[in-house]
């Protein structure tokens, strides 16, 4: 243990003297405690043993830094790195990876596994993470029992329950749990120019300052400056910001008409001025939002901000220019070198996922050696990357989760004012909240003073993983596996008793039903019948939403002027007229279109019941202007003209097959339910309102007992639903339960949100015979995704990646109709976003053309890129693809690969510079 220059804390000795007694462990520690130290430990233990140990994290630049600690430890010749895009040494007998690569392979059975004895678990609590949770308990799971797990985790509240489980599946797990933060934390409010203790004392009371300072502020506002009333002036019942208790921006747009400008919510340059004022620098600043952490850059670099001096600007600027070298002058300009310098000399940087890798390397290097004084970081910053600082500010305590504004939570308070307190140089940390118009100073002291930040399994089942663990160890034993997964674990530990409800639920039901009762005949049966009939409906309506959105989208984005098509049914029903083809950019197709009224309007996805295409064609003048009364009436004429030749085109719609057929059984329950004898009867309402009831309840209870019934297995319910869709198309073998198909074992090796649709599309030779640029477009569509909000276009960069496009949309569809028929959940559409830039770049265009062709920042440009390098090279690699589908793919991935890993992509591939 020597040679970390601190003692070692408790927790740290109690856990490698786990290690020693030949125990698993699980280390449950604050934010910079110094938990890695036991996993370091796991490490040295392996070499001491001469046995291997793998130590996985969650994210790649968490890897790059472990290799560096580990290699600056035991030396390069013993220490490796595998991120899946990049690999060093990987035969060491200690390899850092991140968790997806370890799990990839137990899957392979790979030789590497033979004489592995410990795996340290980094960021363990990551299995929560929705997206990619599942991986971390696949691991778990999959590890031979010899083996010793190593889990570091944050600090949560059920670290015992997860220990329990840790230690029902694995064997000999030690649990640690160590509250204690190794720098004392004090939390500040920054009001005006004044930063002020939260806590008045060690007792948890509130400071008097603030709570005067609120009072103060609610006297100077109006009733309606602080909480937002609405036009009706009736007030709202909900606040759209967030719950209010901590101000925000809704409340300050108020408060700024009620009393002037409002004086306690501090500009950035006066919070940084403020800090350096009271020595609270180097410190974290935390922004929810990328475009803020740059604008705040921007602010300080305009207000003359220098926080550094000249030996520390020289210094920043060679580390700059030693990541930077790789980047040419063209690259430079498009990437913002110069400001992005400038404002490294002067000690201020920004640091979020849309910055490019070799920014975020100067950025960290830069901040862990104390030369940077303030970072405006987004919260990916405190998912592990080691950047302790003496002060986190947070600007806001209400964030932006992808669907409204939220408070955050104590745990994410806790995370993310873990960065404050550099262990062995500061005496305590610093918390600072920025004040916001109407905040609560005491809702802000319940949030940081509890600890609640509890991990829930995200686990659930995915086709990449069924043929696996079916191939591995056959239907039987997969199953069996996935019932001991912690997801079924908690939902085993927290099933909810409905039983002791069950028996009062049931009287309400016999009162609702004798309500119901007709004297005319069964009112139970007719009440079933409507419930049934309404519950159809839904699903036809539904089903029509889902399938032909994108077909109508598609047909849409096909129309080009002078077109005359039918539309059956709608807003615009009849013939119309193509003025103008769908507007570039917009987020959906929306051509503009001359009604028969001669009207000009913009043809909405919505306005359009079923596919359309032209069934004439009218010609529209290259210079007409739709906003000149002689060339509209000339081009109304002409359409008139054509009109008299058509007449009128059906007034049917036609429908997918299974919309018809559950289109006939609504007519015939129709038909049963006007036969019914109550339906005549003159207090039918009556009863049915009674009857409502009884059927609510009645759902409420089989819901309440179903959930009792299926919580016992309900991972392996959704295992055996996944398999049916497997069964379906072929890639489980029907004779042999334990056994994969050709094109099993090609999804086996395909390991993407979208596994199952890519692997369909290979086999439905979708991706065959396209040239370079034009793959990479399409397979950009099954991996990116884009922000919460953002622009989608509709339509592929060429004629070669569109037809592909279309067909794969077509894919994408009928795997969800199998889907549904399975009840399985749908895979996520397709998204044309990043189909425009990577093509530009597999052409060889330069970094500068293509993000001034898009609205890309150049870190999500080469995060995406390799993305689509990723991809590719799992199809390039799985079994049989050219056998399975048409021959070329193979060959044509691998082109994608080598056109796209150039230049600055391929640069910065693992930040090892």
């Known amino acids: 243990m020597a040679g970390y220059g601190f003692t070692f804390d408790p927790f740290q000795r109690e856990a490698c003297a786990s290690i020693d007694a030949g125990h698993s462990v699980l280390v449950a520690a604050p934010t910079g405690s110094g938990k890695t130290v036991v996993g370091e430990y796991a490490c040295h233990v392996a070499l001491a043993e001469g046995r291997r140990c793998f130590y996985t994290t969650p994210i790649k630049a968490l890897s790059n830094q472990k290799y560096h600690d580990l290699v600056a430890r035991h030396g390069a010749d013993n220490v490796g790195l595998l991120t899946g895009d990049i690999s060093v040494n990987g035969d060491a007998p200690i390899v850092v990876m991140t968790t997806e690569v370890l799990r990839n392979m137990l899957y392979a059975a790979s030789h590497s596994l033979d004489t592995l004895s410990y795996v340290v678990l980094d960021e363990v609590h990551y299995l929560s993470d929705r997206f990619r949770g599942a991986v971390w308990e696949e691991v778990i799971l999959g590890l031979a029992s010899s083996v010793q797990i190593v889990s570091l985790s944050a600090t949560v509240s059920n670290a015992e329950e997860f220990g329990e489980w840790l230690d029902t599946v694995r064997g000999h797990v030690d649990v640690v749990v160590w509250e204690q933060r190794p720098v004392p934390l004090q939390q500040h409010v920054m009001a005006g120019h004044e930063i002020i203790d939260l806590f008045d004392g060690p007792g948890g009371r509130v400071n008097p300052r603030l709570v005067q300072l609120a009072k103060g502020e609610a006297r100077r506002m109006r009733d309606d400056s602080r909480r937002p009333r609405g036009r009706s002036g009736r007030g709202k019942k909900t606040i759209n910001y967030g719950s209010g208790r901590f101000g925000g921006a809704t409340s300050r747009r108020y ?13 950035r340059a006066a919070v940084v001025v403020g800090l350096e004022r009271a020595h609270l620098l180097p410190a974290i600043y935390f922004v929810f939002s990328r475009s803020g952490c740059d604008g705040a850059v921007r602010q300080l670099l305009n207000a003359n901000i220098r926080l550094t001096s000249h030996d520390e600007a020289a210094e920043l600027e060679r580390i700059a220019h030693r990541h930077g070298a790789g980047l040419d002058a063209e690259d430079r300009r498009a990437l913002g070198w110069g400001p992005f310098v400038e404002a490294l000399r002067r000690g201020i940087a920004a640091h979020h996922a849309g910055l490019l890798p070799a920014f975020k390397a100067i950025v960290e290097e830069a901040f862990t050696r104390g030369l940077l004084k303030i970072v405006f970081a987004t919260e990916t910053l405190a998912l592990g990357i080691n950047m302790p600082a003496r002060t986190v500010v947070l600007e806001r305590l209400v964030k932006y989760n992808g669907q409204t504004h939220a408070d955050i939570t104590p745990g994410e308070y806790t995370q993310l004012t873990g960065r404050a307190g550099r262990r062995g140089i500061d005496d305590q940390g610093h918390a600072v909240v920025l004040w916001q118009p109407g905040m609560d100073p005491r809702a802000v002291a319940g949030l940081a003073s509890r600890r609640t930040y509890p991990l829930r399994s995200s686990f659930t089942p995915n086709y990449n993983m069924a043929v696996n663990l079916v191939r591995s160890v056959g239907r039987v034993r997969a199953r069996a596996l996935l019932e001991q997964s912690f997801a079924q674990f908690q939902t085993d530990r927290h099933v909810v008793a409905h039983s002791r409800r069950a028996g009062a639920v049931a009287t309400e039901i016999e009162q609702a039903w004798a309500e119901a009762a007709c004297g005319r005949g069964d009112f139970v049966h007719y009440a079933r019948l409507r419930d049934r009939i309404t519950a159809l409906q839904k699903e036809i309506s539904r089903a029509r939403r889902q399938e032909g959105r994108a077909e109508i989208a598609e047909a849409l984005a096909r129309l080009e002027p002078g077109d005359v098509c039918w539309l059956p049914a709608g807003r615009h029903d009849g013939w119309v007229l193509v003025v103008e083809p769908a507007r570039p950019g917009s987020p959906e197709p929306n051509p503009l279109i001359m009604t028969p009224e001669h009207q000009l309007a913009r043809l909405d996805v919505r306005d359009v019941a079923a596919p359309v295409s032209a069934a004439s064609r009218v010609r529209v003048p290259k210079r007409f202007d739709r906003h000149s009364a002689a060339d509209r009436r000339a081009l109304a004429r002409s359409f008139d003209a054509r009109l008299a030749g058509l007449g009128e085109g059906p007034r049917t719609v036609t429908r997918p097959r299974v919309d018809a057929d559950l289109a006939a059984q609504v007519e015939q329950l129709r038909a049963e339910l006007a036969a019914h004898p109550c339906h005549d009867c003159p207090d039918r309402e009556q009863h049915a309102r009674a009857a409502e009831r009884a059927l609510r309840l009645e759902r409420s209870l089989a819901g309440g007992e179903r959930r009792a019934g299926e919580s016992r297995n309900s991972i392996a319910a959704q295992f ?48 065959a015979d396209l040239p370079v640029p034009a793959l990479a477009a399409v397979l950009s569509t099954l991996v990116y995704e884009a922000r919460a909000g953002g622009p989608s276009p509709y339509r592929m960069p060429d004629e070669r990646s569109e037809q592909a496009q279309s067909a794969l949309r077509a894919v994408w569809r009928q795997v969800g109709l199998v889907e549904r028929d399975e009840r399985v959940e749908r895979a996520r559409s397709l998204d044309m976003g ?33 993305q689509v390098i990723d991809l590719a090279s799992q199809v390039s690699n799985a079994p049989g693809v050219d056998e399975l589908g048409p021959g070329g793919l193979v060959v044509a991935c691998r082109g994608v690969v080598s056109a796209l890993r150039r230049d600055i992509v391929d640069v910065d591939q693992a930040g090892l510079d």
């Open 834 to 866: 990043f189909a425009a830039p990577v093509h530009m770049w597999a052409q060889g265009a330069g970094l500068a053309q293509v993000l001034d062709a898009s609205d890309m920042t150049a870190g999500d440009f080469v995060r995406w890129t390799r």
């Open 720 to 767: 055996d639903r996944i398999c049916g869709v497997l069964d379906a198309l072929g890639y489980l073998d029907p004779e042999h339960p334990d056994e994969i198909t050709r094109a099993g074992a090609m999804l086996a090796r395909i390991y993407s949100e979208l596994d199952l649709v890519i692997a369909e599309a290979i086999r439905a030779g979708v991706l």
């Open 255 to 267: 408060a700024a008409r009620g009393s002037g400008r409002n004086t306690l919510t501090p500009s």
